[in-house]
């Protein structure tokens, strides 16, 4: 046997067509792959540091409104508001309802 009856050869044009559209396609592939990849990497980091933006955003919110929260209540402000809602934070407490059992007067 020679070494030309062991490789089998494409025989016709369409064959040659065909193996060389495969490789074609195979080089094109393997050329754009990567690039796709770091396309798609650049999309997500992107997408991160948006993320990050707006979480740093709404923390800081968070904060603010925690501040403002323990701002208005503070005795202080508490008592300003009792006094203009008329409720009387600092006078003596009214009893409503006595305490204990039913036959307790």
């Known amino acids: 046997m020679s070494a030309a009856e062991k490789i089998p ?3 016709t044009n369409k064959a040659i067509v065909v193996i060389v559209s495969l490789a074609i396609v195979a080089v094109v592939s393997g050329l754009m792959t990567p690039l796709y990849l770091q396309n798609r990497i650049n999309r997500l980091y ?3 540091s ?3 933006d707006e979480t740093v955003l ?4 968070v904060l603010r ?6 701002q208005l209540s503070t005795l202080e402000q508490l008592r300003v508001f009792a006094e203009q809602a008329g409720l009387g ?4 407490p009214v009893k409503i309802m006595s305490e204990g059992g039913a036959n307790e007067r």
């Not at 934070?89 to 003596?92: D, E, F, Q, S, Y």
């Open 9 to 11: 050869l494409p025989k």
């Open 46 to 48: 992107s997408k991160y």
């Open 50 to 52: 948006e993320l990050t």
């Open 58 to 61: 709404l923390e800081g919110n």
């Open 65 to 70: 409104l925690e501040l403002k929260i323990n």
């Open 89 to 92: 934070l600092n006078a003596v």
